[in-house]
């Protein structure tokens, strides 16, 4: 497999590299400590096209591959997790439209939202609903010359401060998953209540809601055809596991990183704490796994480029990337003691942070169902 990026590629990626290192990173604690959307990290990526990395030129991308999408997306979240996390939010929205929509629905929304003029939010889970969605109950009937839609989503990322929303809902209830229908939301919709930010562990600098739905759609808001919206959701997801796993590697290398600077610095009665070989074996483990997360992920993203079909790649990658981050960042703040609990330092942030890496956009064990799944059939 050839991990190569091309010329336009590297520039991009180093181009968002300076960024996270002179823009994004100094804000990122306070945006955690206060809790404040992390607005002017978003718009500084913007600017030099860092919304639109999924999208092919010809809808306002900068038409790059998986694999140099994927170190953006880790050098945006080895500075600020918060606005990594937002930024890929965006990214499940505007490839549902991508994936399911029509064409004249792609040239509507997908060059604004390719410049950061609006920001997406991907509303699927409900409270009763999240690692399977087809119990949803969110539903939405037929009426003169649109649809009404009714229910709840929760833990809806940037749905707020979006600029419009891809809802999942039911136009069958009898229909199982074939009964699940994208709809558009744009921002200031009559009928749509949200709840304050929910308080969260970790992410603090992006924002998660609760909506509440009772509102009036016309026809043109169902995203591509009655019916496809399963199908969208799970395509979308697939790429998205890639990202969430590029999210983790951005994580865990920061958290690496600062254990290797702090080893060689930190006294332990006659030596440094690098010069003991507890400590050595800690690093070559976090190292090793970090390394095996960053092969499997780069191997998603090239099988996402080369149009098979990767739902085991991207899984295995999630799967594998976000416990390693989990284990990463713990092992990182056990080398720094006492000074990793404290919130001077980003160590414990990066262990809130990586939390939520083994949870959204499937959990854990629904990697595995998926993986297992994939292995099972590929026997048949
Ligand atoms: C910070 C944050 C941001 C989020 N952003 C978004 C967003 O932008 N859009 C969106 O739609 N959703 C979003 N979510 C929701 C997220 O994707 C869900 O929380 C996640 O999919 C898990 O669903 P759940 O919370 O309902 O857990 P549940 O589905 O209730 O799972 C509970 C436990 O049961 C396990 N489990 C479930 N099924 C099985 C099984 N078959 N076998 C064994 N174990 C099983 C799970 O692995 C988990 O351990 C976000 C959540 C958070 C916390």
Not at 209 to 236: H, I, K, R
Request: glycine share 10%; hydrophobic share 45%.
């Amino acid at each position: 497999m050839n991990f190569e990026l091309d010329l336009v590629e590297l520039a991009v990626v180093e181009t968002v590299e300076k960024l996270a290192r002179e823009v994004i990173q100094p804000r990122a604690q306070h945006y955690d400590e206060t809790e404040t959307f992390c607005a002017e990290s978003l718009q500084a990526l913007a600017e030099l096209g860092g919304m639109s990395i999924n999208l092919p030129e010809e809808y306002g991308g900068l038409g790059i591959g998986s694999l140099a999408m994927s170190r953006v997306v880790e050098a945006v979240a080895g500075a600020c997790a918060s606005t990594a996390s937002a930024l890929t939010a965006h990214f499940l929205a505007t490839d549902s439209i991508l994936i399911g929509g029509t064409e004249a629905q792609k040239q509507h929304w997908l060059p604004r939202a390719a410049s950061g003029e609006l920001l997406g939010a991907f509303a699927l889970t409900e409270p009763a609903a999240g690692s399977n969605p087809a119990d949803m109950r969110c539903r939405a009937h037929r009426e003169e010359g649109g649809w009404r839609v009714r229910g709840s989503k929760h833990y809806i990322t940037n749905a707020r401060e979006a600029g419009f929303i891809v809802l999942y809902a039911k136009t069958d209830a009898d229909a199982g998953h074939k009964g699940i229908s994208a709809f558009m939301i744009p921002q200031g919709t009559a009928g749509i209540s949200f709840s304050s930010p929910e308080k969260t562990m970790g992410l603090r600098g992006s924002t998660i809601y609760e909506l509440a739905l009772d509102c009036w759609l016309p026809d043109s808001a169902l995203l591509g055809s009655e019916g496809a919206g399963f199908n969208t959701a799970m395509a979308v997801l697939d790429r998205g596991r890639v990202e969430v796993a590029a999210m983790s590697l951005g994580i865990a290398n920061a958290a690496l990183q600062a254990s290797l600077n702090w080893v060689r610095e930190r006294q332990i009665g006659p030596k440094p704490l690098a010069a003991y070989q507890g400590t050595q074996w800690r690093l070559a483990d976090m190292y090793a796994q970090l390394e095996a997360a960053r092969m499997l992920t780069w191997k998603a993203a090239a099988r996402r480029d080369s149009g098979e079909r990767f739902s085991l790649d991207s899984a295995t990658a999630k799967l594998v990337a976000a416990e390693c981050a989990g284990f990463v960042t713990d092992a990182a703040l056990q080398l720094h003691g006492g000074y990793g609990y404290i919130r001077d330092l980003p160590l414990e942030r990066y262990v809130r942070d990586a939390r939520i890496l083994r949870i959204f956009e499937g959990t854990s064990e629904v990697q595995k169902i998926i993986i297992s799944r994939n292995l099972l059939d590929a026997q048949r």
